[in-house]
């Protein structure tokens, strides 16, 4: 797989004619993550646009509910043509394995990702807001553990757990981090952040870097470089 294909640009936009400018815009672009805010403003159009341009499609939708919701969501989602699509590892053992139940139905199943904890998550969040008694990085791997055991494909990551993850969970269980953030760039919201190529050689498959690209003042030129520094 080559560097241009390891790495999701998130179409974080709000509409459809701001979503097709951007996909215009970087055409270069062979691997893009369709969210919450433009499913919810869109629906599947904007899905339909990515198949018509033969582009892979991250779908993050997060599904987080009981097992028969889980399941019923992640098969109308396969019949999108989807290639990742993504549950939270929270929602349970019952509703994972209804999700890896659901999607073998379709004639192409897309990857399920479990997600293990936001990366605008800390560990001061975790230990005082959510109440968890774990480590962070100790979570973040249980939630994987229980997504593999599952029948998951992978789990969604913080750059900074891939690597224990990777190790643990095996070269085949998909690893996709987001919270990536070149040297060069702003964190945002970000909590657990660290550079394209750390996350790469931590044993990440997929990067997903949405804001250093897409907010830049030239998304190409934030594109080339990000590709340019990952493939020294």
């Avoid at 499609?57 to 009981?66: A, C, E, G, P």
């Avoid at 964190?187 to 997929?206: F, H, I």
Wanted: glycine share 6%; with cysteine.
């Amino acid at each position: 797989m080559s560097i241009v294909d390891k790495i999701i640009v998130p179409l974080d936009v709000s509409t459809e004619q701001a979503a097709i400018a951007l996909l215009d815009r970087l055409p270069q672009v062979t691997f893009w993550k369709v969210g919450l805010e433009l499913y919810v403003a869109t629906g599947p159009t904007i899905l339909k646009h990515l198949k018509e341009r033969q582009k892979k499609i991250f779908l993050d939708l997060k599904f987080h509910d009981i097992p028969n919701t889980v399941a019923g969501a992640c098969r109308s989602a396969s019949e999108y043509g989807v290639d990742l699509l993504t549950v939270h590892a929270t929602a349970g053992k019952n509703a994972l394995k209804a999700a890896t139940e659901a999607v073998q139905q379709s004639p192409s199943p897309p990857q399920l990702l479990a997600i293990t904890l936001l990366t605008s998550l800390n560990a001061r969040d975790l230990a005082f807001d959510l109440k968890i008694p774990l480590e962070l990085p100790e979570y973040a791997l249980q939630m994987a553990l229980l997504a593999k055991d599952s029948g998951i494909n992978g789990a969604v990551c913080s750059p900074q757990e891939v690597g224990q993850l990777r190790q643990v969970c095996g070269q085949d269980f998909i690893l996709v981090c987001p919270g990536v953030r070149p040297t060069w760039s702003q964190t945002g919201d970000q909590s657990r952040v660290t550079t394209p190529k750390q996350a790469l050689e931590a044993g990440a498959d997929y990067l997903v870097i949405g804001r250093p690209i897409t907010m830049s003042n030239d998304p190409v030129m934030a594109w080339n470089r990000i590709i340019d520094e990952v493939s020294v």
